[in-house]
């Protein structure tokens, strides 16, 4: 089973940037999904990172403004956020996938962290 904790959510002004972090314990995974959802709205993906080979894909609205990487030996995957709007606060969550390629459903991901909550303030 693998266990995910995120850190790294707060209050930031419109413009500002935060990272966010995932890191995982247990066993080894092909591909890492961030999610997130406001109130009242459904979770959306966010973007996604393969691990063998750290290939990224992201959707439109933050496409050019996040970025996502991961870092091997700590087992981390980074949620980089500049630009950062304020239709960009929601709650923010990592989400693995055991095996197969990075998909928009959060279906499906196997395992899920806690959630972070990023707020932005005009």
């Known amino acids: 089973q693998v266990q995910l904790a995120e850190s790294g959510g707060g209050l930031v002004q419109a413009g500002g940037s935060l990272r966010l972090s995932c890191a995982a314990s247990?066993?080894?995974?092909?591909?890492t999904g961030w999610f997130r959802q406001a109130p009242g709205k459904e979770r959306e993906f966010v973007g996604g990172i393969r691990w063998r080979d750290g290939a990224t894909h992201y959707t439109d609205p933050v496409k050019g403004r996040f970025t996502i990487s991961r870092d091997n030996a700590k087992n981390t995957i980074y949620l980089q956020m500049n630009s950062l709007k304020p239709e960009d606060t929601a709650e923010y969550y990592c989400?693995?996938?055991?095996?197969?390629?990075?998909?928009?459903?959060?279906?499906?991901?196997?395992?899920w962290g806690q959630g972070t909550q990023v707020t932005v303030s005009s």
């Open positions: 989400a693995v996938k055991m095996r197969g390629e990075i998909t928009y459903s959060p279906d499906r991901y196997d395992y």
């Open positions: 247990g066993p080894t995974f092909d591909a």
